[in-house]
């Protein structure tokens, strides 16, 4: 086979073209590193707890319609308590079923967050379907102190629920407020 005197002296370049292209690159990112000016990473973060909000009465009346969506819901009523991490309020479904808020990880780890019975309070979290799974991972968090209160979770099964990421409670009251010295009220 013939040999193409055209590229007899290519080999010869070969090496040192790698070599000058290999320190061309080094040096370019060496001078990018020198004179690049670090940029500095905002995150805005909203200000107002009560992100989309949704009146009770369109939220009760089709709760399937914000699945996934992020709601805030104001003057919920605590109906009943279920376990240490969740609540039924007196929201309900077209079926008449109550509803189950579910507090989050990090609400529930928070030590000054506590609800009771009859509280009215302010919530803000996203509308996610009860599932199987759902039940697990809440049992897997300690999230019911016994079997009963997992079976009446289980008993939402296809139905939505709240994971609460914001929640505000009223403030206590100092005994003896709102008792005014000279009113008749309550004293009849």
Known sequence: MATLKSRAGAAK???????L??????????????TAEPTEITVVETEDPLMNLVS????????????GQIVSLEDIEISGLHGGHSFFTNLTD????GYLLHLSDSLVADTTVSVAYGMSVTV???VFETTDSVIEAW???????????????QSTYHLSFIEITSIITPEPSEPGEGDDPGSDEGNG
């Open 139 to 153: 049992d897997a968090a300690g999230a019911f102190a016994n079997e009963g209160e997992k079976l009446v979770a």
């Open 94 to 97: 077209a079926n008449g079923t």
């Open 56 to 67: 009770l009465d369109a939220f009760s009346a089709a709760p399937n319609d914000f699945m």
């Open 13 to 19: 370049l070969g090496a040192p073209m790698m070599i």
């Open 124 to 126: 803000t979290g996203r």
């Open 21 to 34: 292209s290999f320190l061309m690159v080094a040096g370019f990112i060496y001078w990018l590193s020198v």
